[in-house]
């Protein structure tokens, strides 16, 4: 059997027992044709970078799946009849992410530890100029005449 990782987006106007219940019923497709889910993680809602079919915001389900490719087109099939599935991508993996995925784990403070120093102000020292020379004189007469300050 193959390995797959499948993602699904749903509608933000249901509820999250809605989204649990979908997940379900891709369960029992997948398991009724020999596979097995490995791990579901359920990614919250999440603003979407564009809107897809009148929805600014979406469920984010992910699903790593070990089944026949047989059972991924019909589960595929059933989740393009459901009107609350807007998305989905199902992609086939050499093995499957143990623990928790990138969406899932926290940030931790240390990630941005190897930055340099930046200073009180948060910007870095200012590069030498060098000697740029003195400034010139300011021409009073221009200003004055279009009605300058």
């Known amino acids: 059997m193959a390995l797959y990782e499948h993602i699904y987006l749903a509608r933000q106007d249901i509820s999250a027992q809605q989204v649990e219940a979908l ?75 143990q623990g928790q995925s990138v969406m899932m784990r926290k940030r931790d403070d240390d990630d941005r530890g190897d930055r340099p120093d930046r200073g009180d102000r948060g910007r870095g020292p200012r590069p030498d100029r060098g000697d740029r020379g003195p400034r010139r004189p300011r021409d009073e007469s221009i200003s004055n005449e279009e009605g300058g300050f």
């Open 23 to 97: 997940t379900e019923q891709m369960k029992t497709v997948i398991e009724s044709f020999g596979g097995k889910i490995e791990k579901v993680e359920y990614w919250g809602v999440k603003s979407l970078a564009y809107r897809i079919k009148k929805n600014r915001k979406a469920h984010f389900s992910l699903l790593n799946i070990d089944a026949p490719a047989a059972a991924l087109t019909e589960m595929e099939r059933q989740i393009s009849i459901n009107e609350d599935v807007i998305r989905f991508i199902t992609i086939r993996v050499e093995t499957l992410e």
